[in-house]
């Protein structure tokens, strides 16, 4: 939990792999039952719940960190073809009605917030802590670098 697929868009035209055909031919975005769907049209308390229940590792919470953000490009791409003045499908148009982009925005805050718990508690395994420590390691190169190219300018 959760698995993520690789495209998930909201672009028309031939099956990409984004909509799943439910009970009576009807169409949407995320696959019926898949954990993408239930982190994205859960409320927060059952959303806290979940990943609780669900989610017990620092990596669990990783790739549920993942398919939230993953469902955000939805929610996005969706915003991009209104702002075109593009019509939505009625299945895009439900699911644009019940997930909020600052729904998203408290989950991830609440799956972020557990990891750094997992990281101060000390109950990452030997595995994460390598995943953790190249993604600091990344983070500060890319910083230096950022420092070294302003103080050249």
């Excluded at 099956?15 to 169409?27: Q, R």
């Excluded at 909020?100 to 109950?123: I, N, P, Y």
Aim: net charge negative.
């Amino acid at each position: 939990f959760p698995r993520i697929q690789d495209s998930l868009s909201v672009s028309g035209g031939e099956n990409d792999g984004t909509s799943s055909s439910g009970p009576g031919g009807s169409t949407s975005l995320l696959p019926k039952g898949s954990p993408e769907e239930m982190i994205a049209m859960s409320s927060k308390s059952v959303f806290e719940g979940m990943v609780k229940s669900r989610c017990q590792t620092w990596t669990q919470k990783k790739g549920c960190l993942a398919a939230l953000g993953e469902i955000k490009k939805v929610l996005q791409k969706l915003d991009e073809k209104l702002l075109q003045g593009i019509a939505l499908e009625d299945f895009e148009q439900e699911f644009y009605d019940s997930v909020s982009a600052a729904a998203l925005e408290e989950k991830e805050a609440f799956v972020r917030d557990r990891m750094h718990q997992h990281v101060e508690d000390g109950t990452i395994t030997s595995t994460e802590k390598v995943t953790l420590l190249g993604q600091v390691t990344e983070r500060l190169e890319s910083l230096t670098k950022e420092i070294a190219d302003a103080e050249k300018a």
